[in-house]
């Protein structure tokens, strides 16, 4: 069920605390375009990171590069997205507002009851499964479906618009020198293939992963961070041997799962999704979706995508991609599961899922707090150390724990306002635990902890605190 006060409240929220600022602001910003503050720069790094552990160093047969962003432009004719990567657009002929078909019809379907709603998408998957271009067109003036702008029903044909990013190399502007800014961090795992087989030895089945920046022409851009022009992915790619493609799909689609849920999701706000449209390279595809304040939407995508690619660069290039399998004497080009999930995607279902506004009012007073529950290992600051007043000695013993904890973990300051505003400060920021240090703690060396989620308070033992904290905070345990 879609909530829109929620996704406002979360924009809100992200803004005021530093999370996410729309880009360019003081220029009245950038569409589909956005910055990380201090915090949410840090809360992306974490997820970052956990995805690139969970790959790379609980899997002892997947190892991580880093490709460039800019590539051979026949990269990208090889790998079908000159020709294929495009969506179908319809342009209002009024307003001149142009739509990604697909998208003005959900967001009608949203409008209907959900059998209604049920119909209206499935004869829409069919057509774009059928690239029936005349059908679309007709559905959408069947249902006298309006453009938000102008309210009419006065369409264009629907036409394809290929979504990368285009530019130029070098100093003179022909042909020759466009290139692209890549949509899918995938092609430079592709083209390494070898490199990286070759100097790591590494033996089939084996994964390259990756995480970087791409770049799509989104024409409806919407939903905060959900969708923008330039974002970044978390992609792997593994190599299977022909015939055995199904049963690694499988593999993959319930590690992945297993994954999300290791966020502390539940297992309700997850759904697969098969795609009925499969894409130019796949033979199976099924989307991860997040129930997302505006709705159930993908957030990652595991693809089967057979030999395509490898196949397609082994012939665009002219150089042999194929891999020789001692297990069976035999050369053959790897069939390829890929998961590729959206970074940005993952800091706002993170930042969804975490966000609370907790009524705290009890009979004899009003009182609410805003609390992001991040799990501990992803939060942006994992403890903050508040002495309780400026003097006395106090802030000298917490620059004491400061220093005894920041070579391990991210760790806050703070000695301004009642100790209660700090508290609620930290919450808002999804601090997971703050420490005060009272004059208690010069007499026997303890001090307060302070838990985000339970509120609950203790006294532990100063030294103890580093250990309790790197504890809490670990990825792996
Ligand atoms: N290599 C395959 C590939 O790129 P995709 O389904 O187009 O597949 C994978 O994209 C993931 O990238 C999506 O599940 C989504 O999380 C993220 N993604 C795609 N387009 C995006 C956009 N415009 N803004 C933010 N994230 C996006």
Known sequence: MANDNKLQNLIGHSKEYGFVFPSSEIYEGLSAVYDYGQYGAEL??????????????????????????????????????????????????????????????????????????????????KLLAANDFTGLKQL?????????????????????????????????ADEANVIYLRPETAQGIFVNFLNVQKSGRMKIPFGIAQTGKAFRNEIVARGFIFRMREFEQMEMQFFVRPGT?????EFWKEARMKWHLSLGIAASKYRFHDHVKLAHY???????????????????GVHSRTDFDLKSHQEYSGKKLTYFDTDINQHYIPYVIETSIGLDRTVMMVLSEAYEEEDLSTDDKQDSRVVLRFPPMLAPIKLAIL?????????????FLINQCKPHFKCFYEEKDSIGKRYRRQDALGTPFCITIDHQTKDDQTVTIRYRDSMVQERIALNDVKNLIMNKIQMFP
């Open 387 to 399: 002495p309780l007043t400026k003097k006395d000695g106090l802030p000298e013993i917490a620059r």
């Open 245 to 249: 493609q199904k049963e690694w799909y």
């Open 140 to 172: 959408i003036e069947e249902k006298n479906i309006t453009c938000s702008v102008s309210s009419t029903c006065n369409w264009t044909d629907v036409r394809q618009f290929n979504l990368m990013f285009a530019t130029e190399i070098g100093s003179i």
């Open 282 to 300: 796949a033979d199976a595809a099924c989307d991860i979706e997040y129930d997302f304040p505006m709705g159930f939407k993908e957030v990652e």
């Open 44 to 125: 992306k790094k974490n997820i970052r990171d956990y995805w690139w552990r969970s790959m790379t160093q609980m899997y002892d047969n997947i190892v991580g590069i880093d490709a460039s962003i800019f590539m051979h432009p026949t990269v990208w004719k090889a790998s079908g997205h000159i020709d294929n990567f495009s969506d179908p657009m319809i342009d209002n002929k009024d307003s001149h507002k142009r739509y990604r078909v697909d998208h003005l019809i959900e967001g009608f379907a949203e409008t209907l009851t959900k059998e209604n709603a049920e119909i209206v998408l499935a004869t829409m998957d």
